[in-house]
């Protein structure tokens, strides 16, 4: 079992920057991935960022690439996510997920709201 809780939502106007924070507890030594999703009002959950939890490959949605970084800090259980640029439409719930194998992730906080607006 691991927790998750996301913090470092909030209102921006458009252009500014946000860090979200996603600390980890629980059995984190055995995770393989972790990841952050969205959504927004009225649209369905999606992919945002992806990072493995010790080593590999970084991946990004083609919408944030170039704006966004993910990070992690492994002697802190967090994994972070640097939104510079942010658009209006970047307003949406943030999710942290987390994932003991390659396949679904079966983790997920309780969300963020970023807001951003024009």
């Known amino acids: 079992q691991v927790q998750l809780v996301e913090s470092g939502g909030g209102l921006v106007q458009a252009g500014a920057s946000l860090r979200l924070s996603c600390a980890a507890s629980?059995?984190?030594?055995?995770?393989?991935?972790m990841a952050w999703f969205r959504q927004a009002p009225g649209k369905e959950r999606e992919f945002v960022a992806r990072?493995?939890?010790?080593?590999?490959?970084?991946n990004y949605a083609d919408s944030v690439k170039g704006r966004f970084t993910i990070s992690r800090d492994n002697a802190k259980n967090t994994v972070y996510l640097q939104m510079n640029s942010l658009k209006p439409e970047d307003t949406a719930v943030y999710y942290c997920?987390?994932?003991?194998?390659?396949?679904?992730?079966?983790?997920w906080g309780q969300g963020t709201q970023v807001t951003v607006s024009s």
């Open positions: 997920a987390a994932a003991f194998t390659g396949g679904d992730y079966g983790y």
């Open positions: 990072i493995p939890w010790r080593s590999g490959i970084i």
């Open positions: 629980g059995r984190t030594f055995n995770l393989y991935k």
